[in-house]
């Protein structure tokens, strides 16, 4: 069903995006792109809009958000001091270099000045003492709407290596790979392996938790499933 979309989305990375112009083929090191252009105006176009998306709405200078509880009436003075401290730390949280929000958001911003939307997850590093944003490709990833108009599930093709995989094996217990993967690791270790991360609603997967999602990876390359747990988001 998304086919022709993709085309859309080709043709306008094409004509305003060149850098994100690989929906319909697959762009090597090294190719040409951005030849079949007659003038440079539409690109910066899209560079000047998606560059002012980003200093209207998160200056660095300043906090840009504050937090609010949800009924007004239970705003006193010391919940006014917990939100205030609160909000300057998810501030210095996002804004951690280590959490790579800035290029997140900035390449979300470009997306979605050219296509209309932008994907960005955000979750715990490798290490789980710092945020981690990462903006994906359009091409990478479809999602489907319910019946509230909530976007799930989603799937997202990922392409990890064949090291990457090891290392998350033995960072986190949950992350079970194939032994064919640690063979590869052993002699190729930069060969990409064809995986998928799905985010899927509990009844989707399992009645047996109280979460209501579920983060599940799959392995396509070996059909193996890699990880399945439940999530709040």
């Known amino acids: 069903k998304r086919t022709s979309l993709l085309s859309l989305w080709q043709e306008q990375g094409e004509n305003f995006y060149p850098e994100r112009a690989d929906f319909t083929f697959k762009r090597y090191l090294g190719d040409d792109f951005a030849a079949n252009l007659t003038t440079s105006y539409p690109v910066l176009c899209r560079r ?41 730390t998810m501030f210095r949280a996002m804004h951690d270099p280590h959490s790579m929000f800035e290029r997140a958001e ?51 093709r990922w392409k990890p290596t064949a090291q990457t995989l090891v290392r998350l094996s033995k960072t986190s217990p949950t992350f079970k790979i194939d032994q064919k993967i640690e063979e590869l690791n052993s002699k190729e270790p930069f060969t990409e392996v064809d995986c998928l991360h799905m985010i899927v609603p509990a009844e989707m997967y399992s009645d047996k938790t109280l979460f209501p999602y579920w983060s599940i990876y799959y392995d396509c390359r070996n059909d193996k499933l890699i990880e399945a747990v439940p999530t709040w988001n």
Request: glycine share 8%.
């Open 106 to 156: 900035k390449e979300g911003d470009h997306d979605f000045a050219t296509f209309g939307q932008d994907v960005v997850s955000v979750r715990l590093n490798r290490n789980r003492d710092a945020m981690l944003y990462r903006c994906w490709h359009l091409r990478d990833v479809a999602w489907i709407e319910d019946d509230e108009g909530n976007c799930c599930p989603v799937f997202r």
């Open 48 to 88: 000047d809009l998606g560059d002012q998306i980003g200093q209207m709405l998160r200056p660095t200078q300043k906090a840009w958000f504050n937090m609010v509880p949800l009924d007004m009436r239970r705003e006193d003075n010391e919940t006014k001091r917990w939100l205030e401290w609160a909000g300057g």
